[in-house]
């Protein structure tokens, strides 16, 4: 009798200890995650000029991707085939751009000469599309998977700014149909592109287009849980109502932004500085010059923003890629005298309440992306103010159950402690903190 109740005892005690095991493996987590080895997509629009050094000085901005145009030779040309070679001694991933409607032909032959170069990895078939062109953009896509095996089938989606009969109908409505009738019959990796462009100017000074989040929103809440990862344009060049870029702030907000909610990949628009009257007042990160056939060029400031903004980013880039997007929460700041933000007010989806999270407050506007991934919980806490504005913003987060904090921030990772729940940060302009809680 003795023997069985000791045993009945052991086995209580083990019962006890595997349930406390599995209790608290589901609702706490006690050591931070690890990661694997990911890369943003960093890439731009307007390709370098046809040269080794060109592309070698492309390359050092950190940019691993690179969408190729047509300007110095067709696809299949000695030229452009020299510069896939030029790419590919860079480590630059090549996504071609199609241009005119022949280059939808299939052409087998000449897609496996493509395939045969190291850097070549997809093909962008059609640039801002509109609704009524979804279907023809779809039907492409089983013969360039067929002569493309493994490669990139993208197209640069239109912003919600774009008019009413080249949207279909409303902006939700474009996106869903993009999603339906043209990205869910890509097999290969899907990719949402967009282009957005937040930083404008007039005779009252700098501002936010106010829809930015709102379209930031839209694409998030549509491939949110799905396959899709989503990629942005993010504004270089002065042109039109948009103004130039002033300091690596700018690029930052916008990268914080864009990883607010969810964006995985940043396209500068543009590299070199564009022709044309709109352009005037504007310059990109270089200018290029061709003087009797020899290329020259000269980097711009922006050149050197850019740069840094992507350094900084890719500390944290294992750790934000791990994490799944959930939504983002708008916060209005403690000094906004105005009580309401333009960006806000537009907003369908915004989240009311963060997980593990009590409460926030802040002192500027504020906007905070949720990411979660086997029971971990991680925000991307971003200063939205316009960043000329140099507004320093102290946001206060008050947690439910957490202990410590991994914080990514201007290149560089601490752990603190999460005292009495409260993690308190300071953001200044352009500044974002990408914060994993445990």
């Known amino acids: 009798m003795a023997r069985k109740k000791l045993i009945r005892s052991v086995c209580a005690f083990l019962s006890v200890l595997f349930l406390s095991g599995m209790f608290a493996c589901k609702n706490g987590v006690s050591e931070f995650p690890t990661f694997e080895s990911k890369e943003f997509r960093f890439g731009a629009f307007s390709s370098p000029p046809p040269t080794a050094e060109a592309y070698r000085e492309y390359a050092e901005t ?31 991933n090549a996504v071609l751009m199609q241009l005119i409607e022949k280059d939808f032909e299939v052409n087998a032959e000449r897609d496996a000469a493509l395939c045969a170069k190291k850097a070549y990895v997809g093909k962008n078939f059609k640039d801002e599309p509109s609704y009524s062109e979804f279907e023809r953009l779809a039907g492409y896509i089983k013969d360039f998977e067929r002569d493309n095996p493994g490669k990139l089938y993208v197209n640069n989606i239109y912003p919600y700014i774009a008019s009413e009969s080249s949207l279909g109908g409303t902006y939700e409505n474009y996106v869903k149909g993009y999603i339906d009738t043209v990205l869910n019959k890509v097999s290969g990796k899907k990719i949402l592109m967009c282009d957005i462009y937040p930083l404008k100017s007039n005779a009252r000074g700098n501002y936010l287009i106010p829809g930015y989040l709102y379209n930031l929103e839209t694409t998030a809440h549509y491939t949110m849980n799905t396959d899709i990862e989503v990629d942005y344009y993010y504004l270089t060049h002065g042109h039109m109502s948009y103004r130039d870029i002033s300091s690596v702030k700018d690029i930052l907000f916008q990268f914080n932004t864009l990883m607010s909610y969810g964006v995985k990949g940043f396209w500068a628009f543009t590299y070199r500085n564009q022709p044309g009257v709109d352009f005037q007042s504007g310059h990109a990160l270089v200018k290029v010059e061709n003087k009797n056939g ?18 900084q980013l890719k500390t944290m880039q294992d750790a934000y890629l791990h994490f799944d997007y959930k939504g983002t929460k708008a916060i209005l700041g403690k000094l906004n005298d105005d009580g309401y933000n333009d960006c806000f007010d537009l907003l369908n989806y915004n989240l009311s309440e963060l997980n593990s999270i009590k409460s926030v407050d802040c ?64 953001l200044n302009s352009g500044e974002a903190a990408f914060i994993i809680a445990i």
Not at 62 to 82: E, F, K, T
Not at 386 to 400: A, R
């Open 62 to 92: 950190g940019m691993n991707y690179v969408l190729l145009g047509q300007n110095h030779g067709g696809i299949g040309s000695p030229i452009y085939d020299s510069i896939l070679d030029y790419c590919g001694e860079n480590n630059l």
């Open 363 to 426: 002192t500027q506007d504020t906007i905070i992306g949720q990411f979660e991934k086997d029971g971990v919980d991680a925000y991307m806490v971003s200063n939205f103010t316009e960043p000329t504005q140099d507004k320093s913003d102290k946001v206060n987060i008050y947690f439910k159950g957490k202990t410590k904090a991994r914080i990514y921030r201007n290149g560089n990772v601490e752990e603190m402690d999460i005292l009495q729940d409260k993690l308190s940060i300071i």
């Open 294 to 311: 020899v290329w020259t060029t000269t980097k711009n400031d922006t050149y050197y923003y850019v740069k840094d903004a992507i350094s």
